[in-house]
C-alpha cells in the first residue's frame, strides 16, 4: 500500500456495544493493522476498551457529532487522507472514503427502530452509496439489495465475510438443564416473539430458553414474566455469552431478516446445533449446516425441534467455516481494494 496516502479507519464502533457489526469491525480492524502497522483508528471522546487496537483519540466530541462534524474536520487537515468506516453509517460531507453497509433493515419495517434513526439512514445511506469511492458489504444476498435500491454499478461493491472472533468459554456449563439459547431477546427485528409464543410447547420437549440482549424493554412486561422455563439475561461479557452458546442445546435465531447472522457463525463454529428460518441469506454462507424451518411458520418450527441432537457437527465443518470466515483474508481483500483506488 502506498505510503504517501494516509489511510484511517473510523473507529465509532470502539464506543458501542459489541453487537455483531462491532465485532467485524474489530476483527477487521485488529486484521488491517497487523498488515499495515501504520494505519491508526481514529476514535471519539471518552473511555472505553480500545480493544488492542493502535488508537488516536479525540479530545472533544461523541457519537453523532463527532462522526460527522469532528471525524471530516480532523481528516481535511490531512489532505491525502483515505478513511475505511466498517459499520454503515460514515460522515456524510467527505468523499475520501470506503463505507460497509451490512443490511438495509431501515428500509423494511418502520416497527423495528425508532423514526428519527430510520429517516436519517434512509436520508444517509444512499448518499453514502453515490460519494463512496467504494462499498463493502458482507453477503451476496446484501450486494443485491444495494444494487437494486440504489442503482449502484455491481464492480463498485465488493463482499468481504465477516471473521470469527475469539471465542473463550467455560467448560463448566452454566445451567443443569437443557436448554434453547435465544439471542437479541428484546429487540423486535430479531423475531423472539415467534419461539416465546411457542413457550407451553417448548416445556413440554423438555427444554427451557435463554434469552440475551439489551436492545429494549419490549417484552419485559408482556412474553412469560412468571415462565419458570424462561431466563431472560440482559447484556452479558463475551466469555458469558460464548459459554452460554457452547453448552446450549441449539442457537435459535428466528431473524426473518439478516445481512449475514453473526451469531449462527459463531454457534457453528463451536459445534453448536442452529436453528434458522429457511432464507437465501442463510443458505449462501452456511449451506446445509443449520436445522432450516420454513420462516414465519409456527407448526415448521416446532417439527424441527426433535432434529437437536441427531445431527452431529464435526470438527471438519468447524474448520470448513473457520478457512470461509477469516479477518486476515477480508483485510487482505480491503487493502487490494485500497491500493486499486489510490489517489
Known amino acids: 500500500m502506498p505510503s504517501a ?38 476514535v471519539p471522546h471518552g473511555k472505553f476498551s480500545f480493544q488492542g487496537l493502535q488508537v488516536r483519540q479525540s479530545k472533544w466530541g461523541s457519537g453523532f457529532i463527532w462522526e460527522q462534524i469532528g471525524l471530516p474536520l480532523f481528516l481535511l487537515f490531512n489532505k491525502k ?4 468506516n466498517l459499520c ?12 460497509t453497509i451490512h443490511d438495509l433493515a431501515f428500509l423494511k419495517n418502520k416497527q423495528w427502530f425508532s423514526t428519527s434513526f430510520r429517516l436519517w439512514y434512509q436520508f444517509l445511506i444512499p448518499r453514502l452509496c453515490n ?10 444476498f446484501i450486494k443485491k439489495e444495494i444494487i437494486n435500491r440504489f442503482s449502484i454499478l455491481s464492480d463498485k461493491i465488493t463482499v468481504v465475510h465477516n471473521g470469527i ?88 435465531f428466528p431473524s426473518e431478516y439478516e445481512g449475514f447472522g453473526i451469531p449462527v457463525l459463531e454457534a457453528l463454529t463451536l459445534e453448536t446445533p442452529v436453528i434458522v428460518p429457511d432464507l437465501p441469506v442463510y443458505r449462501e454462507s452456511f449451506g446445509e449446516l443449520p436445522i432450516y424451518y420454513t420462516a414465519m411458520d409456527a407448526d415448521s418450527f416446532l417439527k424441527q425441534l426433535p432434529k437437536i441432537g441427531n445431527e452431529q457437527y464435526q470438527k471438519k465443518d468447524a474448520l470448513h467455516l473457520k478457512n470461509k470466515f477469516n479477518f486476515d483474508v477480508s483485510a487482505k481483500m480491503i487493502s487490494e481494494i485500497l491500493i486499486l483506488h489510490k489517489k
Open 5 to 42: 496516502q494516509r489511510i484511517f479507519i473510523n473507529g465509532k464502533f470502539l464506543s458501542q456495544k459489541a453487537t455483531g457489526v462491532q465485532k467485524f469491525a474489530v476483527g477487521i480492524s485488529l486484521a488491517l493493522q497487523k498488515e499495515h502497522p501504520n494505519m491508526v483508528v481514529l
Open 81 to 84: 487522507a483515505l478513511l475505511i
Open 88 to 99: 454503515n453509517s460514515a460522515p456524510l460531507l467527505y468523499r475520501n472514503q470506503v463505507v
Open 131 to 140: 460519494k463512496s469511492m467504494a462499498i463493502l458489504t458482507v453477503s451476496d
Open 165 to 252: 472472533p475469539l471465542m473463550e468459554y467455560d467448560a463448566q456449563k452454566p445451567y443443569s438443564f437443557k436448554y434453547l439459547l435465544l439471542t437479541g431477546i428484546y429487540n423486535p427485528r430479531k423475531n423472539a416473539a415467534l419461539v416465546l409464543s411457542l413457550m407451553p410447547q417448548i416445556k413440554k420437549m423438555g427444554y427451557h430458553i435463554v434469552g440475551v440482549g439489551a436492545d429494549s424493554g419490549i417484552f419485559k412486561d408482556a412474553f412469560l414474566k412468571e415462565e419458570n422455563h424462561l431466563h431472560l439475561l440482559a447484556y452479558v461479557d463475551d466469555k458469558a455469552y460464548y459459554t452460554l452458546m457452547k453448552h446450549a442445546s441449539a442457537l435459535v
